[in-house]
Structures are given as C-alpha cells and as structure tokens.
C-alpha cells in the first residue's frame, strides 16, 4: 500500500479544504495519466459519487496533459448507472450499503474508482485517498486493480510497492 | 705498436653491450609503443561505451522515476535513484523539476581515498553531464542530470599501466636472452678468430685454425681466414727453406761439400772454450797440397777438382762425428779435433790421414793420381790459447813440413829445424 506526500504539502501551509481540494485534483489526475482503458474515449466521463469533502476542485473539470479533456459531474447516490455513463467513479462518503451496491454495479465495467475516504482500503475501491490537512497521498487495493476492467501502469504499482514509506 | 691516442681515453663498448643496448632500445620502444597505443585506444573506447552506458543508466532512471515525479513522491524518487545508480560508476545524479529546483538527487559517498583522483579523471573523461528529460503523456515534467564516474577508466588505466609494466619486464629479459644467444653465436666466432690471429702474430702458429660458426658470414670470414693462415704457412715454409739452403750455401764449400772458413773458425771458438772449461784439448791440422797447381795445370781443372773432391772426402771419412774437417781455400784444409786427450793423439791422426791419401785417386779420365799433402799440427793449449794463434802455428808448422819434408806432417813448436821428430816424408808415387 502506498502513502504518498506532496513535495508542496508543508505543514506551514492554511490547512484548508480548498487546498486540499487543490492538491486531490492533482492526484486524481496523476492517476488518470497512468490508467489505461480498453477503449479509450475522446473525453474522460468523471462522476462525484455521494458527498465528498474535497471534490469542489475536482468537479470543474480539468484537462490532460495529452489534451484529453476530463467532464466532471455529480451523481446522486443511486442516479443512473454509473457503470456505462462513468470512466471514472470519484466516491466519497456513502453508508455501507449504498457502497457495497455501487461496487456491485461497478463490477465488470472499466471503470477506474478511487474512494476519497477509506482508511482500510478494502472494499472494492482501487484507489484510496488519504487526505491529512494539507497532505494527500493514496493506497492501491491491488486485489480491485486486477479486477477492474482498466490498467493501472505499472509505474504506479511499483510506487505502490515501495515498502517503509510514510509521511 | 702505436694505438691512436682517442682509443686509449675511451674505452671501446664490446659487442656484447651494444647487441644488449640494441635490443633492449628497440623492445622496450615498440612495447611502450604498442602498450600506449592500445591504452589510448581501449581508453577512448570504453569512455564510449561508458558514455552510451550513462546514457542507458539514464533512460532507466527517467523510468524508474517518472511515476515518483508526477506524484511528487521525494522519497521514492530518491530510492530509485540509489537502486539504480549505487551499483553503477555514477558519481551524482539530480532530477531538476519544470521550474529548475532540485526534486531529488543522489550522490555517491565520498568515502574512498580515489574519489578527488575518480572525479577529476571523470570530469576530463565525460566533458558535460548527461541531461534527459523525463516526459509524462508527451510532456517533459523534469530533467535527470547525470554524470559518470572514472572509476572504471582509472582501473583501465591501472591495470593498462601495469600490463604495461609486466610486458616491459618480459620483453626486457627476453631481450637480454636474445641478445645472449645472438651474442654467443657472434662473439664467440669472434674471440676464437681473435685468438687465433693473436696466437700466429705471437707464436708464429700458423698451423692454427679458427673452427666453424654458426653464422654464414662469420663462417665464411673463418674460412678466408684459414686460407690466409694455409697461404701464410706455405710461405713460412719455403722461406725457411731456402733460409735453411742459403745458409748452407754461405758456410759449406759447394766443390767438396766440406764447410767453409768462417764455419771452421766459429767451430774453433766454441771448442776452445769448452775444452777450456774442461780441461781437455783441442787439435787443429793444417793441410796443403803439395803439388796441386801442378796437377791443375798438367791435368786439368776436371782432374784437379775430382782431387780435391776426393781428399775431402777421405778427411771426412777419417774423422770422429765430433771432429770437423773444412776446406779453407784453395788447396787448403783444415781440421778440428776435439775433444782431444793428448798431443800425441792429434799427430796420430795426422798420420792417418797421410795413409789414407797413399791411395790412388781416380781421374774423370781414367788415369789416377797420388796426392800428396804436408800438414801442420797445433793443440790447444800446449801451443796457444786462442784460435789465431793457434791456426797460425798450425799454418807455421805446415809450411815448415812442406819445405823440411814434403807429404809429410810437423808438430808445432819443434823448431825451425828438422828435429827429433822429424819424419820420414812419404814417397809420391806420381
């Protein structure tokens, strides 16, 4: 598992939540450049999966460095089906059952997951953020990365390979 | 013998030295040669290969790193760093962010006692840094700066230095046998050359000759040389030879063979000092012809050398080994008794010698003629004591025999008159 710190999250920083926002969005998108779909879309469809803390930045959409634009869009808690309208499921805070029901609508759909909140990192998500103030690093539950229908570049893996480091 | 004057203040190098010095020079030049060349060489080859090799090390390291820096993970960039450079000959190695501050960097630890010497050969050796971008989805989101380190090349050039000196000792003392070898097959040839010059100069050994070489061209001088020796040598031989028959010219009488006066007087000498020595006697006889001119005119001058032959010879039979009869001139005879033990002795023989000319002598034409010689007899040194004298007494009594008592002999110092001793001539029979 992996924890990552920001070379600019210094603890001087205003540990607001609009920084943190600022550097999930960052994140978010570091992991996007190194995912791989089976098809790749034109536009990358991201959707906001219940009430997030720090999505707000992320919500604006955002582009690529490749150019390839990133439309991002909130979705109500059993709202559509996010396993077709989705290629990237941003979950925050959802009770138990709505999470388990989301993996399972996920389940067989290339659809890169990253939860904004899950310490244990153990329920279905591939990616797990760990935002502590102005610090944002992340966990890989492998077990959902060899699952999921997207490939993770290795290049991320290996990071989350790296054993003994912590913020 | 004269030596020129500079060869005396320096002393010559053998050849052995400069066989030595030769091949020393010319081994140790092309192995230096050969060794720094291929130094040279093998070092601008593998600063090559070492150049390419840091541009491999960096293409992995941007690789390694690339996910570390988009995640702006330090930490992990600067494991990848060391995981990938500590093994390899990199000095230092920085990854420098879009905005040109240092993400992340690695440098080797400076805890050798080569470092100072690896990094200023590195940096002669790797001019500038290798610098590679590190991209991410097409954009460069940082650099990887990376420089090499020498200690490769320095163990190159140690051990290139020591290959070189190890060769240098080879070739050296292969040299040196090579010279020692090439040495024994010239000098050797040489100094036997030598020796024997020096031996036929000093000992006139000219029967010496200089053995075979192993090398054509000394072989063949020791040929030339041993030709010389065997022309040299017939040469030695004749002239002693006829050395040898001049000589005898000189001293002998070449009618009767008998010596000559100077041999005779010389014999005299001698004797007359070993008989002084000893205390024994010498005798000399004086012999004339009584009538030789006679003969010579009334037969010819065939008869009267076949007279004079034939007289010379009968002295000569007459006479011990050591006694010495020679012909003085003329019609002249002498002759040299010694040792002699007595006076009484020498007159003895005197009348030997009368008895045996009572023969007749056989004439180229067949007549034969009776000689008839007076001789006068003196010892050494009842009648003197040096040869002079002593011939001159001899020569005295001869004459006083040929007027008193022709054919027949006198002793010395009997007077003028015929006395107590005289004898009864013997009757001719011409």
Request: negative net charge.
């Amino acid at each position: 598992m992996l924890l990552l710190t920001p070379a600019w999250a210094q603890p001087e920083v205003q540990a607001d939540a609009r920084a943190s926002s600022v550097t999930v969005v960052q994140v978010v998108m570091g992991i996007i450049s190194y995912t791989h779909w089976p098809v790749e879309p034109a536009e990358l469809r991201l959707c906001v999966v219940g009430p997030t803390d720090y999505a707000d930045a992320l919500l604006q959409g955002a582009t690529q460095a490749s150019g390839r634009p990133v439309r991002a869009r909130r979705l109500g808690a059993d709202g559509g089906s996010p396993g077709t309208e989705c290629d990237i499921a941003y979950i925050g805070s959802l009770g138990e059952a709505n999470r388990r029901h989301l993996v399972t609508v996920l389940a067989g759909h290339p659809v890169l997951s990253i939860i904004e909140r899950d310490d244990a990192c153990s329920v279905g998500s591939m990616f797990c953020l760990r935002i502590q103030g102005p610090q944002v690093s992340f966990q890989i539950n492998l077990d959902s990365v060899a699952r999921s229908g997207v490939r993770v570049s290795p290049k991320v893996l290996q990071l989350g390979q790296r054993k003994g480091v912590s913020p | 013998m004269t030596r020129p004057a500079e060869a005396e203040r320096a002393p010559r190098p053998t050849l052995r030295r400069v066989l030595r010095r030769a091949h020393l020079g010319v081994t140790l030049l092309a192995v230096t040669l050969a060794s720094l060349t291929l130094t040279v060489a093998g070092f601008i080859a593998l600063r090559a290969y070492a150049n390419h090799n840091l541009h491999l090390i960096a293409t992995s390291m941007s690789y390694t790193a690339e996910a570390a820096v988009v995640f702006k993970d330090r930490a992990a960039a600067e494991e990848g760093l060391a995981l990938i450079a500590s093994p390899e000959e990199i000095a230092d190695v920085s990854i420098v962010d879009g905005e040109g501050r240092v993400f992340a960097q690695w440098q080797r630890p400076a805890d050798r006692s080569l470092f100072d010497l690896e990094r200023h050969l590195g940096k002669l050796a790797f001019t500038s840094p290798v610098i590679l971008p590190i991209t991410h989805d097409g954009v460069e989101i940082a650099t990887i700066q990376l420089r090499g380190s020498a200690g490769g090349l320095l163990r190159f050039l140690a051990l290139g230095l020591a290959v070189v000196l190890v060769c240098l000792g080879l070739s050296a003392m292969g040299a040196l046998i090579l010279s020692h070898y090439l040495q024994n097959g010239i000098v050797g040839p040489l100094q036997g050359l030598a020796k024997v010059a020096h031996a036929v100069r000093r000992e006139r050994a000219f029967a010496q000759r200089v053995p075979p070489a192993a090398i054509a061209e000394l072989n063949d001088l020791g040929d030339d040389f041993n030709a010389l020796l065997g022309e040299l040598e017939a040469w030695q031989a004749r002239l002693q030879r006829e050395n040898a028959s001049l000589a005898h010219q000189a001293s002998h009488d070449s009618l009767t063979g008998l010596p000559n006066r100077a041999v005779f007087e010389a014999r005299l000498d001698e004797a007359m000092q070993e008989a002084a020595g000893t205390d024994s006697r010498v005798g000399v006889l004086f012999l004339d012809s009584d009538r030789f001119k006679e003969t010579n005119d009334r037969l010819g001058h065939a008869a009267g050398d076949a007279v004079l032959a034939t007289v010379a010879a009968r002295l000569r039979d007459g006479l011990r080994p050591t006694d010495l009869a020679a012909r003085l001139g003329g019609d002249e005879f002498a002759v040299l008794l010694a040792p002699l033990r007595e006076v009484a002795d020498a007159v003895r023989i005197a009348d030997d010698i009368l008895a045996s000319l009572e023969a007749p002598i056989p004439l180229p034409g067949g007549d034969s003629v009776v000689a008839s010689l007076s001789i006068g007899v003196a010892v050494f040194p009842d009648h003197a004591e040096d040869a002079t004298t002593l011939l001159h007494q001899a020569d005295a009594a001869m004459y006083l025999a040929k007027r008193l008592q022709p054919g027949g002999r006198r002793l010395a110092g009997t007077g003028d008159t015929p006395s107590e001793d005289r004898e009864i001539p013997i009757a001719s029979h011409l």
